[in-house]
Structures are given as C-alpha cells and as structure tokens.
C-alpha cells in the first residue's frame, strides 16, 4: 500500500521554528517530486514547496522563501520541511503529497492525512 | 503567477443531478490542470489530471474537459458521497496554484 504519513507539527511562538517530516512507504521514493501543501483552517488548498526526486529542483511559493526549506532523504524514504521564523498566517494542516510520473511537475495522486501547525503567542 | 478562478464557489444539487464546475486560468496552460475532491477533515482525492483523463478508481460519472485557459468538472448523476468541496490546480509552472475552491451541498 502506498502510504504518506507526516509528523512533526504542534504548538509554536511566532518566530519559531519547527520541523516536519513525511514518511513514505509501497513505491520507489526516489523515483517521484514530492511536495507540501498546507490549508489554514476554513480555507483553500495553497501550495508551499516541492523537490525533485534527486533534490536537483526546489521550488518555493513566495511566501514562505527564505523562512522554509524543504529536503529528502531517499535512503530513509522521508521528506521533511524545515520552518523557521514562523508567523500567524503560517497556522494550517500541512500535507506532504507524492506526484505522478506522467510529467513535471504532475498532479498530486497520494497524499499524507496532513499535520497540524499551530503559530500562536 | 498563474491565477486559477472556480465558479461557481458554492453549490447546491440533488441526489442524481448533474453538475458542473468551471476553472479558468489567468494565462494558457495548455492541458496541466488537475481536479481534486476534499472532504471535511480530510485530504485531497486527485480525480483528473491532465485536464481530462480520469484518475484510477476514480467512478466514470467524474469527467473533465477543456484546455488553454477554461476547463470543467462534470459529475454526470451526483451521488451522496460526491458532496465534499472540489479543487482545480494548475501544474503548467511554479509557484503551483489551486483554485478557491467550490463548496458541493445537498439541496
């Protein structure tokens, strides 16, 4: 079974920083980009990062660059997003999402059940 | 950056009505477009991807269509588990964009 499963969110100070991981098991995690995608509460769906396969490619949304930094470890078939200076308006569920091979970038066809950020005084 | 307007954003539809959305994009993006269905409380289900082809599993009453800068999701006969909140996003460049989103409820 393929499966993605995120850890790392919580409760933090503006400013502060956190660290999420995404696990991934039931396919060759080299072989895909990967992304994050977070959602603050009652909103939309917005796109944070995504890495290649081989970490050749990052792309950030304007938003979060220079604050976040996404990476992979494709020995240990994780992904991880590092945030730090965190503000308010960071507050959502990040999900890590798995993209397709058809193309790059492709649309996201597995994702984790999300974890929860918290950026709060 | 490639801006993505869902209309409309709220939907209201019975049981064996069909229905569609409509995703424009602020520039052509040929056929890069995917379709997301979310439920409360959980993650994105892709539906479509390249604009038209049906993801695997995904029921045959879901279709898609469109290309350049106007797309559609058709649910050809609305069964109670389709009424959930669905998602357009563009994959034509980075930054990555969604759609507001259209809210799907049960007249």
């Known amino acids: 079974e393929v499966l993605l499963v995120e850890s790392g969110g919580g409760l933090v100070k503006p400013g502060g920083s956190l660290r999420l991981s995404c696990a991934a098991s039931?396919?060759?995690?080299?072989?895909?980009?990967m992304n994050w995608v977070r959602q603050a509460p009652g909103k939309g769906l917005e796109w944070v990062s995504a890495v290649s396969g081989s970490s050749n490619y990052i792309f950030y949304t304007d938003s979060v660059k220079g604050r976040f930094t996404i990476s992979r470890d494709n020995a240990r078939n994780s992904l991880y997003l590092q945030m730090n200076s965190l503000r308010a308006e960071d507050t959502a569920v990040y999900y890590c999402a798995k993209e397709g091979a058809r193309g790059w970038p492709d649309a996201f066809d597995i994702w984790g059940q999300g974890t929860m950020v918290t950026v709060s005084s | 950056d490639i801006q993505l307007t869902q209309s409309p954003s709220f939907l209201s539809a019975s049981v064996g009505d069909r229905v569609t959305i409509t995703c424009r994009a602020s520039?052509?993006?040929?056929?890069?477009l995917g379709w997301y269905q979310q439920k409360p409380g959980k993650a994105p289900k892709l539906l479509i991807y390249?604009?038209?082809t049906l993801q695997s599993g995904v029921p045959s009453r879901f279709s898609g269509s469109g290309s350049g800068t106007e797309f559609t999701l058709t649910i050809s006969s609305l069964q109670p588990e389709d009424f959930a909140t669905y998602y357009c996003?563009?994959?034509?460049?980075?930054?990555?964009?969604f759609g507001q989103g259209t809210r799907l409820e049960i007249k």
């Open positions: 390249a604009a038209s």
């Open positions: 039931g396919f060759t995690f080299s072989d895909y980009s």
């Open positions: 996003q563009q994959l034509n460049s980075y930054p990555l964009t």
């Open positions: 520039q052509g993006i040929s056929s890069y």
